[in-house]
């Protein structure tokens, strides 16, 4: 079977082959800065599958324009910035998380992608199709049927294997975060209560949770170890964050509330 012109067994063994050189270029990268082994990716094995799945995206659509370089370099810019943003998107509605983050660079779109590394995406495509698929290519060409069938089946039986316990991890990840979002949103409503005189009234059910919410973060902590030595800049999404004003205007709303119904038991003992 193929795909556009290539075989497809041709073009997971790709994927298998970029997977693994991303990993190493990204934990050499990582532990050059932070000075530690990073060993980034979210899979338990060497692989991190947004480059694979993005060099496939270059073999497929960029080598027909490697005669054009211009439109070449702007095809590439464009294809694997929307990738990029793409997963990063997916893992945030689906984890509740961010795993990178560029806000602290200029010209970013919404933390998920910015301009210096959609331009380093062209060049690094550059290198890719003119330098390095060509020998690569030429060697998975060249081996017996048999030996990339097998290779496929190993390759596959693995990802899948190593696949299903990372989504169970990251399935329990988002379940915590959220939790723990939560449990935080209500310790801090109990805290703007305290402020406004109130916090007496919650004081009953204060120790329980705030047990509830150590535990949670504990079991977050937990989960999350392995996702946060290799993403260090990680965090939970927006959507999961509460603001100064919203914990203040929640407290409000509550103190409005309890002494109206203050009020409305006042004038009842009072008819009677």
């Known amino acids: 079977m193929t795909f556009m012109g290539f ?6 063994l790709y994927f298998i082959l970029y997977s693994c050189l991303g990993w190493v270029m990204e934990t ?6 932070e000075h530690r082994l990073v060993p980034r990716g979210f899979l338990y094995g060497p692989i991190c599958p947004i480059y694979g799945g993005g060099v496939t995206l270059m073999i497929l659509f960029f080598t027909p324009l490697k005669k054009n370089l211009v439109l070449f370099y702007a095809v590439a810019v464009v294809v694997m910035t929307s990738w990029e943003y793409f997963v990063g998107w997916v893992l945030e509605i689906t984890t ?8 602290q660079y200029r010209f970013n779109l919404k ?3 910015c301009l210096w590394v959609a331009l380093t995406w062209g060049i690094l495509s550059y290198i890719v199709i003119f330098f390095i698929h060509p020998p690569i290519q030429s060697l998975v060409t060249q081996l017996p049927v048999w030996l990339e069938f097998m290779l496929c089946g190993a390759f596959l039986a693995l990802l899948l294997v190593d696949a299903t316990f990372t989504i169970r991890n990251l ?24 402020k406004a005189e109130l916090g007496g009234r919650l004081e009953d059910s204060a120790s329980a949770l705030r047990e509830r919410y150590r535990d949670q973060v504990a079991q977050l902590e937990k989960c999350s170890r392995r996702f946060r ?4 800049t990680m965090k939970a ?10 914990i203040l205007a929640a407290a409000e709303l509550a103190k ?17």
């Open 7 to 12: 075989p497809l067994s041709n073009l997971f």
């Open 28 to 33: 050499c990268y990582c532990s050059i800065l």
């Open 96 to 103: 509740h998380v961010k795993y990178w983050d560029y806000s």
């Open 111 to 113: 933390g998920r992608v």
């Open 171 to 194: 399935v329990l990840v988002a379940m915590h975060v959220e939790s723990v979002a939560q449990l935080g949103q209500e310790l801090q409503l109990q805290l703007a209560l305290g």
């Open 229 to 232: 030595n290799a993403y260090c």
């Open 237 to 246: 999404s927006h959507k999961y964050s509460v603001s100064h004003e919203d």
């Open 256 to 272: 409005e509330e309890l002494l109206r119904r203050k009020n409305a038991l006042k004038s009842l003992r009072i008819r009677r």
